[in-house]
């Protein structure tokens, strides 16, 4: 079992960044793989970018590529998303989430833990 936590949300203006943080519980976090992911209103949950189990791996998807970056920390048990250049359509509830395996999936039904979300709010 793994509880996820999420932090760092908040309102932001175009262009500014922003550290998103996920905290989770229990002693086999490093050998989940982590990601995360978006819904904003109106539309279904999307792919942001996902990790493996030792940070050696990543994929992002194309709207993230180049202005976020994640990484993992499996001695915190916190996974990281720093997101720059904060666009308008950045704007959602992202979410942390967990795989029980080692290399990072793309696809929410592949994830098996879920944090609460955490509202990023990007101001024009």
């Known amino acids: 079992q793994v509880q996820l936590v999420e932090s760092g949300g908040g309102l932001v203006q175009a262009g500014g960044s922003l550290r998103l943080s996920c905290a989770a519980s229990g002693r086999t976090f490093s050998s989940y793989a982590m990601g995360w992911f978006r819904q904003a209103p109106g539309k279904e949950r999307e792919f942001v970018v996902g990790?493996?189990?030792?940070?050696?791996?990543?994929r992002y998807a194309d709207s993230a590529k180049g202005r976020f970056t994640i990484s993992r920390d499996n001695a915190k048990n916190t996974v990281y998303l720093q997101m720059n250049s904060l666009k308008p359509e950045d704007t959602a509830v992202y979410y942390c989430a967990a795989s029980a395996g080692t290399r990072y999936r793309t696809r929410s039904y592949e994830y098996d833990y879920w944090g609460q979300g955490t509202q990023v709010t990007v101001s024009s």
């Open positions: 990790i493996d189990w030792r940070g050696s791996n990543t």
